[in-house]
């Protein structure tokens, strides 16, 4: 599947670099040439006697070393062979490093000469992984084009609970031949879907409390936005219902704006029965004020509240009659986020939902993972919406 294709595998110094020898294994089972670069940190925990034997190539661990002794600028002519360079674990480090633009060993100097798509998958322990210094180096790398296989939750080495443990080897490589074959992106391109007809939902209500005041939440629209368009593109016909959001409208949808809870409700049940799918990936409040005032609220009182009502369940009234639509719902969660999603699909009595957290609103990227009736779990490491749209509609036509 890979022959043909050379990758960089860029080892650092974590406990995890034993789990990499797994992703050489695996490139190179599937054909890929593989190059292993190690840091000095890195050589402490695995030896680069294992990754030459796994990869049939030279491990290279300094700029000036004997290993493409046979190049005149070695770290240059490596980097343009390249066709992905994954860095796995990557410690806060390597990422300061790199977000800072330093190149002062083998593997910096590699990947700041290189063009080709890199993939970062960061082990560390969980405090170091939640420092907003790391953190701002990562959005920094996020931002010029740098991917993430994002760590998992879990039990680290330091014996600490939480989020830092690599992602697993199997995942890193998904993503890797993702990115090889480009697969993924030739599918995008294909007009697979005419024919049918999709009901997406956007962006986030507000509910009035006055003329000038409203309740209403972060939602960006993105995700819906990006759906509606993957779905136009690939040949559907589509309406949007959207909420507030300021994207621009994806060419080839119908467009019907609906910014309350009330307002979408209504647009929603208008066109369910002409579609064959309905995604609602908006953010519909929950509450909305019993009493909505039509002249502006001073401020008399110290104290002030305001008395909320349930909004309708737009998902759950769709759930009850179905009619052969197939129904796919967003759940939004900080925690137990597949115990609750599942609970949500049974609950509305769906077909597919799209679990992921907070720190996706508003955000180009997100890490979701989908659950469907079946029980069947898929997860998705950080992506752009716009990728992930597809991989939602895939999931929903094509397995
Ligand atoms: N949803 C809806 N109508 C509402 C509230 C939510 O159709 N009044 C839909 C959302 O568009 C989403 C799904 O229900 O697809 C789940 O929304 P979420 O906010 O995650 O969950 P809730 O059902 O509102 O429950 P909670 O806020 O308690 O988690």
Redesign the pocket.
């Known amino acids: 599947m890979l022959k043909g294709k050379t990758v960089i595998v860029g080892v650092t110094g974590g406990i995890s670099a034993y789990k990499t020898a797994d992703i050489v294994s695996r490139l190179n089972k599937l054909g890929a040439n593989v190059w292993v670069v190690m840091t000095n940190a890195a050589k402490e925990f695995v030896s680069p006697l294992t990754f030459r034997t796994i990869s049939k190539n030279p491990v290279i661990t300094t700029l000036f070393g004997e290993e493409l002794a046979n190049s005149a600028v070695p770290h240059i002519s490596l980097s343009q062979k390249a066709d992905l360079i994954i860095v796995a674990p990557a410690t806060a480090n390597i990422i300061g490093k790199l977000a800072q633009g330093m190149a002062d060993d083998a593997l910096t100097t590699i990947i700041m000469s290189s063009v080709c798509p890199k993939i970062i998958a960061p082990a560390m322990n969980t405090k170091m992984w939640e420092n907003p210094i790391v953190e701002e180096n990562c959005s920094k790398l996020k931002t010029v084009g740098f991917n993430f296989c994002e760590p998992e939750v879990g039990l680290l080495a330091c014996g600490d609970e939480g989020s830092g443990r690599m992602s697993e080897p199997k995942t890193i490589v998904e993503r890797a031949v993702e990115f090889l074959t480009k697969k993924e992106k030739q599918k995008d391109d294909k007009k697979d879907l005419v024919g049918k007809k999709i009901l997406v ?1 956007a962006g986030g209500t507000q509910e009035s409390i006055d003329p000038v005041r409203f309740i209403g939440n972060r939602s960006s629209g993105k995700m819906g936005y990006a759906i509606a368009k993957a779905a136009a593109d690939r040949g559907a016909q589509v309406v949007l219902i959207s909420a507030n959001s300021n994207q621009t409208a994806p060419l080839n949808t119908t467009l019907i704006y609906a910014d309350s ?1 009330q307002a979408m409700y209504e647009e929603v049940m208008k066109h369910r029965h002409d579609n064959n799918v309905i995604i ?7 509450y909305q004020p019993k009493i909505q005032f039509f002249q502006k609220l001073k401020k008399d009182e110290d104290e002030f509240s305001l008395d909320l009502k349930k ?6 009234e ?1 759930g009850k009659s179905k009619n052969g639509t197939y129904l796919v ?5 900080s925690d137990n986020l597949i115990e ?1 999603a599942k609970e ?1 699909l049974i609950k ?1 009595n769906l077909d597919m ?1 799209v679990a992921n957290e907070p720190s996706a609103f508003g955000d180009d990227y997100s890490e979701i993972s989908i659950v469907d009736k079946n029980d069947r779990i898929e997860h998705f490491c950080k992506a752009k919406k716009e990728d992930l749209a597809h991989r939602i509609l895939d999931r929903i036509f094509i397995s």
């Not at 609602?280 to 929950?286: G, K, L, N, Q, S």
């Not at 909004?311 to 759950?316: A, F, N, Q, W, Y």
């Not at 719902?329 to 969660?333: D, H, K, V, W, Y």
């Open positions: 939902t809870s609602m990936a908006a953010a519909v409040a929950d909004t309708k369940d737009i998902l759950e769709l719902g967003f759940a939004l969660e609750n949500k509305k939902i």
